[in-house]
C-alpha cells in the first residue's frame, strides 16, 4: 500500500541550530500538507501546496520557517533558527482527491529542541 | 474562521460498554472526517463524512453528521481495549481542500 514518507522520523538539537524535514507524498497526489502538531493538541496547519505553488501559508513562522515542493513531488520544511517552542511532531500528508479531501499522514518527524 | 470542538477530551470507560464523542464545528463546512492516533505514530483516516446525514460504520465505530446543528458524533459500542487511542475530527473549509482538527478526545478502554 502507497505510503507518505518523511525523515527523519526524530530529531534532536540545540536552539538556534537549523533542521529540515522532508517528505515524499504518495505518487499522483497533487496536494500536500505540513502539519504541526504539539504534543496533547490536534494538527495545526504549517503549508499547502498544489503542486509546486504554494496554497496557504498563513500559519507558517515565515521568519524562521521556510518550505518548498520545487518539482511539485516531494518537499522539504526547514527551520532556521530553532527555538525551544518549537518542539513538536511534524507531519506530512498528501491528498489526490479534491472531491473527499480525505488526508493521508506520513509517520511524522518528532523534533526535540534543548 | 473555522473552529473545531470536542468532548470530551479525556475518556476512561470500561470495555463492553457504549459511548459518544461530539465534534462541534463552528462556520458552514461540508465535510467531516474522523482519524485515530495511537501514542508516538501517525493519523489513520477512519471516516470520512460528505452530506447532511451521512452515516457511516466500521466494526464498533459509527460516525454521523448533521451539517444542520454542525454536529458529527463518533459512536463507539461495546468497547474493547484495542480502541483504546486519540480520536481526532477534523473539518474542512469549504472551497478550501485544506483540514481543521479539533483538539482530540484520549479515549482509554479499561479491561
Known amino acids: 500500500e502507497a505510503e507518505v514518507a518523511q525523515s527523519p522520523r526524530y530529531k534532536i538539537t540545540e536552539k538556534s541550530q537549523a533542521v529540515a524535514f522532508w517528505c515524499d507524498p504518495i505518487s499522483g497526489h497533487a496536494t500536500l500538507y505540513w502539519y504541526r502538531q504539539i504534543l496533547g493538541q490536534g494538527p495545526e496547519l504549517l503549508v499547502q501546496?498544489?503542486?509546486?505553488?504554494?496554497?496557504?501559508d498563513s500559519q507558517l513562522p515565515k521568519d524562521r520557517f521556510s518550505a518548498e515542493r520545487l518539482k511539485g513531488v516531494d518537499s522539504t520544511l526547514k527551520i532556521q533558527p530553532a527555538e525551544l517552542g518549537d518542539s513538536a511532531m511534524y507531519l506530512c500528508a498528501s491528498s489526490w482527491d479534491s472531491y473527499t479531501g480525505e488526508l493521508f499522514f506520513g509517520e511524522g518527524s518528532r523534533l526535540t529542541v534543548l | 474562521e473555522l473552529k473545531v470542538e470536542q468532548n470530551p477530551l479525556f475518556l476512561s470507560m470500561q470495555e463492553g460498554k457504549n459511548y459518544t464523542i461530539y465534534c462541534n464545528y463552528s462556520?458552514?463546512?461540508?465535510?467531516l472526517y474522523w482519524y485515530r492516533q495511537d501514542p508516538g505514530k501517525s493519523l489513520e483516516s477512519l471516516f470520512v463524512?460528505?452530506?447532511?446525514?451521512a452515516v457511516k460504520q466500521e466494526g464498533r465505530l459509527m460516525a454521523s453528521l448533521d451539517t444542520k446543528a454542525r454536529l458529527s458524533t463518533l459512536h463507539i459500542t461495546a468497547a474493547v481495549h484495542d480502541l483504546s487511542a486519540t480520536y481526532f475530527c477534523a473539518a474542512s473549509i469549504q472551497g478550501a481542500q485544506k483540514l481543521v482538527f479539533g483538539q482530540g478526545t484520549r479515549l482509554t478502554i479499561n479491561p
Open positions: 501546496f498544489q503542486d509546486e505553488s504554494v496554497v496557504d
Open positions: 463524512l460528505l452530506s447532511n446525514g
Open positions: 462556520t458552514t463546512s461540508d465535510r
